[in-house]
């Protein structure tokens, strides 16, 4: 956690989280963590192919990692914005 200088860490009271984040840098509580689990919960549910034995089921570690930075990159609406004025370029 040493690299990440200037972040603030919000967390629940799990004791590990305390022994391992500087104490002036965490807020407990839940009020900062609604959507980060919300995204959380979206990118598990719309990358199931991860988990599911499918046909889509990448198995290169490279593949994987090109699949979640698309994922990523689609999530912000600056990406899509981007990716979404090619769309409409090629099918208008």
Same mark, same amino acid.
């Given at each position: ?8 860490? &919000?967390?629940?009271?799990?004791r ?14 839940? =009020?900062?963590?609604i959507?980060?689990?919300?995204? /959380?919960? /979206? ?21 994987? =990692? ?13 990406g899509?914005?981007? &990716?979404?004025?090619? =769309?409409? &370029?090629? &099918?208008?």
């Amino acid at each position: 956690m040493k690299h990440l200088r200037g972040c603030t860490f &919000y967390k629940d009271d799990w004791r590990a989280f305390s022994e391992v984040l500087p104490p002036e840098r965490h807020v407990v509580g839940k =009020a900062h963590t609604i959507d980060i689990e919300h995204d /959380n919960s /979206n990118t598990r549910h719309h990358l199931g192919r991860f988990t599911r034995r499918t046909k889509v089921v990448y198995k290169k570690a490279e593949m994987v =990692a090109v699949a979640l930075r698309l994922w990523r990159m689609l999530t912000s609406e600056e990406g899509f914005r981007h &990716y979404q004025g090619i =769309a409409l &370029y090629i &099918y208008t």
